[in-house]
């Protein structure tokens, strides 16, 4: 959603990198550029002025003139006056000291909400509460229905005693008011801890919306009322809130298809004008596809920082404790990443959800947005697909899988034979370096990290020249001893390590032109650890 506000602000910090110094004027184009991003962004104009008022009056502060890196400390300075205006701190649910906790949603048709009280449902119970849904929205044509099958794919019981109607053609015949409390008092007799009331909308603003909210919250005396705000509906969405907190009055802001790519311009403004918290998002259509909304990482994600606590709580939620514990223990023991592992670990991942929405929550994934954007979901499913058409054995031993095996392979797997031949190919590389790793030899090609190239332990000995014993150029035995001595005498008053030293030490260091450990300047008895006498 907000990819368009991402790339206008990163091109933006870009023209402030390297300038050890920020004048006035550098000052005033970067805001201006700032406050022309959030308009493109659909933000509100009241909104846009009190944020570019408060990030002009910090940067010709003290906080900038006086800091190593001005640039970045103007990217500080967004971040945080993004958080605040995004709400400043993570806004939990208020649950009532004797249960239920009554939950009302409210806002216009087509929003979001039955859809949302499936999601929020579904993510309450997997918080250990006991939720039943209330289905009080008997208007709009088979929204009971959408809701019950919305319980059944959450594993919540569904409070519907009357039909609804199942066409615009149909007046609505039932009581919502009445349902909406005989609703709270089962949940009461079943012992359900939350109840989640759905009520109707409209496709506008009208008097009759309002009244029937207003006389529902009367009935049930919800602890929360949650708005759910459509993020894609730009600058009407202030006016719908505004008329939504007056008319009935709510307690948080839940925003919906924030998976969208619309500007995002509301939920950077329905903080601001209403004065209330925006408590949860839903990213997606499917019930998971819902998360508690944190300021902090949102405006992380906006200025392309990464969201990785977001992503590392997604993995703690969907990945098998005993399954990492095992891979752990396998890459311990040093034995070898077969392709069941690696099918082990791609099912996980699976797990966690759509890749993209994963690797978009990197830092920097800004930058590679339209590779991520043509990546294929099933690209995954292919390559399970191949796996799971290889016998036990050749997952185990991929080196026996010739040219007949791979055409079976990819017969079975109805792909073509370079696929199986990438994999395998891709594979034994990650297997080499996973071998590598578990040895103790480092990741290859990183210098400086043993085993890592010209400094790892592996680079003397394909570097030219280096741990090579220097030899006499002359045929004749005694010239070449000769030369040998004076090699050796020049070495000595250069103080040059002689071949096969350790840590520079020369020959002359220890007995017999070995390391003596007395230099090192250990504790008594010490030496005997290093082979000293």
């Known amino acids: 959603m907000f990819n368009s506000l991402s790339d206008r602000l990163a091109a933006t910090f870009k023209n402030l990198k390297g300038k050890g110094r920020l004048s006035e004027a550098d000052i005033d184009a970067t805001a201006r550029e700032i406050r022309r991003a959030l308009l493109d962004a659909d933000v509100a104009v009241p909104v846009v002025r009190e944020f570019i008022s408060h990030i002009k009056e910090r940067a010709l502060g003290e906080e900038v003139s006086q800091a190593l890196n001005p640039g970045q400390q103007i990217v500080k300075i967004v971040n945080e006056e993004l958080v605040a205006i995004l709400g400043g701190e993570t806004r939990r649910l208020n649950l009532a000291k004797n249960p239920p906790t009554v939950i009302m949603l409210v806002g216009l048709q087509g929003a979001g909400k039955t859809t949302l009280a499936g999601k929020l449902s579904k993510h309450l119970k997997e918080q250990g509460h006991t939720p039943m849904l209330v289905a009080a929205d008997l208007q709009r044509p088979n929204a009971v229905k959408q809701l019950q099958v919305n319980g059944e794919r959450a594993g ?165 404790r005993a399954d990492a514990e095992k891979m752990a223990q396998k890459f311990v023991d040093q034995e070898d990443f077969t392709l069941d592992d690696f099918l082990d670990q791609m099912q996980q991942i699976k797990k966690m959800g759509s890749m993209k929405k994963l690797l978009m929550m990197m830092p920097g994934a800004q930058g590679m947005r339209q590779q991520l954007e043509q990546f294929d979901e099933r690209q995954i499913d292919r390559i399970e697909a191949i796996i799971r058409s290889m016998t036990p054995h050749e997952r185990v031993a991929p080196k026996i899988i010739n040219g007949s095996r791979r055409a079976r392979i990819a017969r079975g797997s109805g792909v073509q034979v370079s696929e199986v031949n990438g994999l395998l190919e891709r594979f034994g590389q990650a297997q080499k370096m996973m071998k590598k790793m578990a040895a103790g030899g480092g990741m290859p090609g990183m210098p400086g990290v043993p085993g890592g190239g010209a400094g790892g332990a592996g680079g003397a000995r394909k570097g030219k020249g280096k741990g090579k014993k220097a030899k006499p150029k002359s045929g004749n035995p005694a010239k070449a001893a000769q030369e040998m001595r004076e090699l050796e005498d020049r070495r000595k008053r250069s103080g040059s390590p002689a071949a096969g030293s350790a840590f520079g030490q020369g020959a002359e260091g220890g007995p017999d032109g070995g390391f003596d450990p007395s230099s090192l300047n250990l504790p008594k008895g010490f030496e005997k650890y290093l082979g000293g006498n």
């Open 156 to 320: 919540v019981p569904v409070y519907a005693p009357h039909p609804g109607v199942s066409s615009e053609f149909e007046d609505p015949t039932g009581d919502p008011v009445q349902v909406a409390r005989n609703g709270v008092a089962e949940a009461k007799a079943r012992y359900n801890d939350i109840v989640i009331v759905d009520t109707a909308g409209r496709l506008g603003m009208d008097a009759e919306l309002m009244q029937q909210a207003a006389d529902i919250r009367a009935a049930v005396q919800p602890d929360e009322v949650l708005f759910v705000l459509d993020a894609m509906i730009g600058q009407d969405a202030v006016a719908t809130a505004q008329a939504f907190n007056e008319g009935v009055g709510f307690t948080g802001v839940v925003l919906s298809k924030l998976d969208g790519d619309a500007r995002g311009g509301a939920a950077l403004s329905v903080r601001s004008v209403t004065g209330k918290p925006v408590m949860f998002a839903s990213t997606g259509e499917n019930l998971a596809d819902f998360e508690v909304f944190h300021p902090d990482r949102m405006a992380s994600r906006i200025l392309d920082m990464g969201d990785m606590m977001s992503l590392i709580e997604q993995a703690e939620r969907n990945w098998d």
